[in-house]
């Protein structure tokens, strides 16, 4: 059951550790599209993903345009406040991407715009936040896709 974990320019690496280590936890594989917010060095980075990161599954690519090139005939689903469609709507299948944004700022616009039909959102329930931690988001979505395909 692999799904497809991508980290458009994610800024924090403890945050990409946690992500990485989940991948690995649930088959996943992990996409990391620069430019990064750290070095893939960072000791942050190797500290929350302990000493798993050498058995990840893990693709680099060098900007959004080529991770799109590399996959034109994928099928996304991508992770925003400004979906409208929640996370548990959708139709997870094998080797589906599920794309998020950088932690200060998201998703880029042009990619919410040009992909509005394949929007999702995980609810919040209260006014005085406005997003999860990246790291949480990810965890959501991934076992929902695993339930899912279970």
């Known amino acids: 059951m692999a799904l497809n974990i991508v ?5 924090i690496p403890n945050n990409t550790g ?5 991948a690995l936890a649930t088959g ?3 996409h990391l599209v620069k430019p990064f917010g750290f ?19 893990i693709t680099t690519y060098e900007s959004v345009e080529d991770f799109f090139r ?12 400004h979906g409208h469609k929640l996370h548990w709507e959708i139709s997870f299948e094998e080797d589906l991407f599920l794309i998020f944004g950088k932690e200060s ?8 715009d040009a992909y509005k039909d394949h929007l ?14 990246l790291a949480n988001a990810v965890a959501i979505v991934v076992y929902e896709g695993l339930r899912q395909l279970s």
């Open 39 to 57: 070095e893939i060095t960072d000791s942050r980075l190797k500290r929350a993903g302990l000493d798993y990161w050498q058995h990840l599954d």
């Open 120 to 133: 999702y959102k995980i609810p919040l329930y209260s006014e005085h936040i406005r997003s999860l931690n």
């Open 18 to 22: 946690n992500i990485g280590r989940l």
């Open 28 to 30: 996943s594989k992990l």
């Open 105 to 112: 700022v998201g998703l880029p616009k042009s990619i919410i």
């Open 70 to 81: 590399r996959h034109k005939n994928a099928k996304f689903a991508f992770f925003s406040s």
């Open 7 to 11: 980290l458009f320019e994610p800024e």
